[in-house]
Each structure stands twice: as C-alpha cells, then as structure tokens.
C-alpha cells in the first residue's frame, strides 16, 4: 500500500511559481507511475502531467504545456511538479496519484492511490 501527501500548494499572484511536492511511502517507488491531477470548484478532476516509473517519461496536459514541469526523484521516494507563469484558471485543489503496470497516464481511474490533496490559489 502507497500513500501519498502533498505539500507545496499555496497563494501566488499570477505569472508567479509554485512546486508542489508528493512523498510516497514504501520501498518500490521507481515501479509507480505518477500523475498529478486537479479540481477547481464545480469542475470534473483533469488531468494535469504524468511521469512513468523508471524511464521517466512525462505527459503534460495542454493546457499546462510549456508551463509546468513533473519530475521525480526515485532516491527520495518524491514527485514534484514544479508551475511556472501560473494563470488564475490554474486555481485548484491538486492531487497525487499513484500506479502500477500499464495505465493510461491521462485516466485518473487507472490510478491506484491518491493523496489528499494541496490547494493552490492563483490570483490576479
């Protein structure tokens, strides 16, 4: 079993920056798949950028593109997504999920374990 928390999230003005950090415990983090997601209020959870285990692969939605920057560190058991030029549409409770073996980094069904989420604020 994987837990996540997050921390990091905060209230920026906007063309500001943010990094957002998820520590996941357990000994088998390099074989997660990491995903952030986020929710504004009265919106569906969207997808946000993704990093796959080892290889470290990253996807970014493209809304975010340009903007954000998902990275890990399998050492330290931790997945950062570091935003850049934030917007206040970024504005939303962002969350880290976890997975392992195939998944579509896009689906937050395929995920497995999600923290408990960091608010992030961006105001203009």
């Known amino acids: 079993q994987v837990q996540l928390v997050e921390a990091g999230g905060g209230l920026v003005q906007a063309g500001g920056s943010l990094r957002l950090s998820c520590a996941a415990s357990?000994?088998?983090?390099?074989?997660?798949?990491m995903g952030w997601f986020r929710q504004a209020p009265g919106k569906e959870r969207e997808f946000v950028s993704a990093?796959?285990?080892?290889?470290?692969?990253?996807y970014y939605a493209d809304s975010v593109k340009g903007r954000f920057t998902i990275s890990r560190d399998n050492a330290r058991n931790t997945v950062y997504l570091q935003m850049n030029s934030l917007k206040p549409e970024d504005t939303a409770v962002y969350y880290c999920a976890a997975v392992q073996g195939r998944w579509n980094p896009r689906n937050s069904y395929d995920y497995d374990h999600w923290g408990q989420g960091t608010q992030v604020t961006v105001f203009s």
């Open positions: 357990g000994r088998t983090f390099s074989s997660y798949a």
């Open positions: 990093i796959s285990g080892s290889a470290g692969i990253t």
